[in-house]
């Protein structure tokens, strides 16, 4: 399941500006995940969309999208499982935020339906699962990082990363799957 | 704000297979939306996200996913106001799910932090915006279009799109931003 420790930070406005600058790896300038080697993928706020999620708790409430490169956007088209190596899955997750306004115009435009809105506000942090079934045979097949600004969690964020995952090992370790398209 | 008179329709399961028969004319055959003329654009949901919401009411939770064009997503990112012609916004809106699996999951892994996620379930429709601003000179040099199952809303239903997105004019008639990357 998502890792949620970094929950607090603030939003990462440098962050959009560096991860724009692709290297010849695919991967932009920045401290790798530990254990997995993980840098954050060149461009992947471009990725398509895979679903979108709300994570709600005690002390926090998220809204969160889970976006694809073409392998992995291929992959959840088609069914196919395992996900093939090269598969990357990006899951970005924003503090709900909400507008007075916006409520105002649900509230004036459909009287009664007690209709209320959130929407992405500041960001929290981005993960990413990396498909490599040999380089990460000890994991399911599959490398974890987490970024808040830009900056890895620690060694012990990233060793809870499998285990989480583990229960959805019939999907291939992932929990998310293809949102129909309307 | 976004329209909601067809919740109550199942998800469209065949619609996807439709969505990308690219025409020539960057639009899927079928039916146009009514005062507008407008189709749905092929293969939008490979566009690039823009940001994600909830709506939640009496009767409804849904979650939504707003995606832009090449036009539309530079435009976001350059604070680029009003947009430019040829820029669409799609709005995807799918009914809450969820999953006992993940929540066992949440509660193992973050004991005492009463989390619970909800994720896109079945489709319920789709809007767009499409920027013109001479052939949609009345409605703020833009056209709407709301789509269930592949097919247009009516005329009443589209007469309300306009009015609905006045409050939002200082952001060019459009209430979504763009969310930060994480």
Redesign the interface.
Known sequence: ?KH?ACLTAA???M??GI?YVASALGQTDGDASPIYGIKIPAGY?????I?????????LKQ???Q?GNDIAIEAFREGKLPFPDGAIIAA???N?AS?E??N???AA??P?????????G?????QFMVKDAKKYAASGGWGYAD??NGKPGDQALHE?CFP?HV??KDHDYV???Y????
């Open positions: 399941m949620i939003a990462a406005t962050a959009g991860l706020r471009d990725w398509r969309l679903s979108v999620k709300q994570l709600a708790g005690n002390k809204l969160r999208a976006l970005l997750h924003w709900e507008s306004l916006d105002q115009v649900l435009g459909f009664g339906a007690g209709l209320e809105s959130v929407f992405a500041s960001a929290v942090n981005v970024f808040t809870k989480c229960p959805a929990f998310t799957h949102a129909p398209t309307p």
